[in-house]
């Protein structure tokens, strides 16, 4: 059965600095990747998605992601993060054959002045 | 752009109520989720609809129903609300394509008393 891990809850980082959040699935066939992010008091909104293709993904606000099939990893990177970025990130999977997305458990990412 | 309206954003309710909880999507999506969000346990799927009057428990069904009678409408319902269902629960939608994200309403934090 399909699973993600998402292997940091919390992220504590200084402004300006880069960060990088982990994201690790399990799946016996062919996904497509996502990662959400949920602002305080809002909805899950799409920051990326892996679909095929190229390997590094751009998002919006700055954020990318690759995709490492041997790892079965998708992590998600900015070179420099703003106090705007604190919020919770989510990784997720979806299976070719499915509609339905497994979601990791999320990681608070917190940025400091 | 996709707009998932949830009907409520806090609902306070008695242990014992029969609960309603709407959400109205306007992208003509013919997939409709309810997902339940808990602190360290991410996003956990409670009911899904891929048509009118068509519905698949999810990986937490218990306690909770269903209710798709048209299209654009999915209803989420406590038939006996108990503590343990305080939670903030998402809804979403999507078109029936597994490569194509799931679009997020701003949930209902829903506490019972």
């Known amino acids: 059965a399909q699973s993600v891990t998402q292997l940091d809850s919390q992220v504590p980082v200084f402004e300006e600095a880069p960060v990088e959040l982990r994201c690790n699935y399990s799946s016996s066939v062919s996904v497509y990747l996502f990662w959400y992010v949920q602002y305080p008091n809002q909805g899950l909104q799409l920051l990326l998605k892996?679909?095929?293709?190229?390997?590094l993904v751009k998002g919006i606000n700055g954020f990318e992601a690759e995709f490492n099939k041997s790892q079965t990893s998708f992590h998600l990177r900015k070179p420099s993060v703003h106090i705007s970025d604190t919020a919770e990130y989510f990784c997720a999977v979806s299976e070719w054959n499915t509609d339905k997305l497994i979601f990791g458990t999320g990681t608070r990412l917190q940025v400091f002045p | 752009d996709v707009k998932v309206t949830q009907s409520s954003r806090y609902l306070v309710k008695r242990t014992g109520e029969k609960v309603f909880l709407e959400c109205v999507q306007d992208?003509?999506?013919?997939?409709m989720f309810w997902y339940r969000q808990d602190p360290g346990l991410g996003l956990r799927l409670i009911y899904f609809s891929y048509d009118v009057k068509m519905k698949e428990k999810g990986d937490i069904p218990e306690g909770y129903s269903v209710s798709r009678e048209k299209k654009e409408r999915f209803s989420l319902i406590l038939e006996s609300a108990s503590t343990n269902q305080t939670s903030m629960y998402l809804c979403a939608s999507s078109t029936r394509k597994s490569n194509q994200p799931q679009h997020f309403g701003d949930g209902t934090r829903l506490s019972i008393l």
């Open positions: 892996y679909l095929s293709g190229s390997t």
């Open positions: 992208m003509d999506h013919e997939n």
